[in-house]
């Protein structure tokens, strides 16, 4: 398994992403990060959070695993991408984020969807870097990244694929508080907790009205997409920058371990 399954209090669950060594997302993990949403729904939590390890929530998309995909595999993963999403956007109950250290990419993305993300003080960088490692940025990830920073902000990050570091993310309305690494879990658990506590209904209510926006979002969600974002993928571009990234990542590896 990838992920961890805590009740930390009664109705607050917590979930751990735990796939070493770079929480890569995998067409494996986010259909048992989905699966395990809906379940602790199921089981009558009424708040979950979603951490990562310390110093690390993810590190985007398994880009080894996924270059050895065939199209068929591929469209595949990208359906299950997208249900995740959905089923954070959609959820009947609060979803936090704990960015427990460095999150590009889709470790940012996930985040976009929850109900609030706190983030850990440090040398950490998160945001939307896709178009640095040439993918096209999904119409519906960048409304979610409009949502909470505002076009002209959107607009300058997501073009230049910009990594930045937390207190920035703060302040452009990315991430809700910024606090000790060794307190981000418990401040998103916290928060949880207040969220938990108020009358079900008018919470519940009143989220569906305010997230209305974000759901919104997956009216269009269809196999086109997903057929869509292969032809970006296999493309000579997406290709050319993703194994480039393989061969950045190779060295700096070599030269740590030298």
Known sequence: MSIDYAEVAPGIGLLTLNRPPANALSPDLLAELDEKLRGAVKDGARAVVLAGQPGLFSAGFDVPLLLTLGETAMQSFWRTFFEVLRTLATSPIPVGTAITGHCPAGGTVLSLFTDYRIAAQGEFKL?????????????????A????IGARAAEQYAVAGSLIPPAEALACGLVDAVVP?????????????????LPPNALAATRALARADLVDLFDDLSEDLYREMNVIWFGTETQTAMRALLNRIADNKKRADA
Do not use: D, I
């Open 181 to 197: 690494p060794e307190r981000v879990v418990e401040e998103a658990l916290t928060r949880a907790a207040q969220l938990a506590a």
């Open 127 to 143: 945001g939307l870097n896709e178009v640095e490692v040439g993918l096209s940025m999904p119409p519906l990830v960048f409304a």
């Open 145 to 148: 990244f409009r949502r909470l």
